[in-house]
């Protein structure tokens, strides 16, 4: 089965579940009309008082094809997302062994969304310990072969999957959130993250 998957910044755990579906052939779009608000350029982490947007700022050029877009440099937002991650989680039980292989995701340069986006997504490959031959479309195709998942995912709706609850540093002040980044998973199931993954569902 070909599927067509929308490039996200450190995705949400459901993404991955697509990404690792068995027996899948994925393609990443990447000549879509940027669109704003969604999670090609934000990831939801588990702060010390809830659910933390953290979102890559966007520089204005006019341009809106998703290989064009630029991320902007007036803010540094790798300094402050990889803070912000650090204090989230440096008291989840796994944090600190794959410390080292996460802080690369913020060290690599590249003034492109896209660029940057896939290589965060090779480096989280390599931490779940798992390697998914994929693809970059090379069109638009407003009516894709493919089973398309280009807005399955939303930034501002409940999640259409099913998980089961696990662990989480702040859980017993706030409780279980639910599909939350691929890092929230990794850095509290640690090994476990690939076999948690496989039984994610959609509803």
């Known amino acids: 089965m070909k599927i067509l998957l929308p490039v996200f910044y450190l995705p949400p755990i459901s993404w ?4 690792l579906k068995d027996g899948a052939e994925i393609i990443f ?9 969604t999670f ?8 010390a008082n809830g659910r933390l ?6 520089k204005h050029t006019g341009k809106r094809v998703l290989h064009e877009i630029e991320m902007s440099p007036l803010d540094d937002f790798r ?11 440096q008291c989840s039980p796994y944090f600190e062994y794959y410390e080292d292989q ?3 995701i913020f060290t690599f340069k590249s003034n492109f969304l896209l660029e940057f986006n896939l ?4 480096i989280l490959q390599k931490v779940l ?4 031959a994929c693809s970059l479309n090379t069109e638009y195709i407003k009516n894709p072969s493919e089973v398309s998942y280009r807005e399955k995912f939303s930034a501002k709706q409940e999640s259409e999957f099913e998980m089961e609850e696990y662990f989480q540093t702040f859980s017993v002040k706030y409780g279980f959130l639910k599909d939350l980044s691929i890092l929230d998973l990794i850095c509290n199931k640690g090994p476990e993250a690939l076999t948690y993954l496989k039984s994610v569902q959609p509803k």
């Not at 991955?16 to 990404?19: A, D, K, L, P, T």
Request: aromatic fraction near 14%.
């Open 129 to 132: 310990k798992t390697e998914r």
């Open 79 to 89: 300094k402050l997302h990889w803070k912000s991650i650090k204090t989230a989680y």
């Open 119 to 122: 290589n965060a997504l090779k």
């Open 16 to 19: 991955f579940s697509v990404f």
């Open 53 to 58: 947007s953290l979102i890559i700022p966007i």
């Open 102 to 104: 996460l802080e690369e």
């Open 29 to 37: 779009e990447t000549f879509e009309n940027y669109p704003k608000q």
């Open 40 to 47: 090609r350029n934000r990831t939801e982490i588990y702060g």
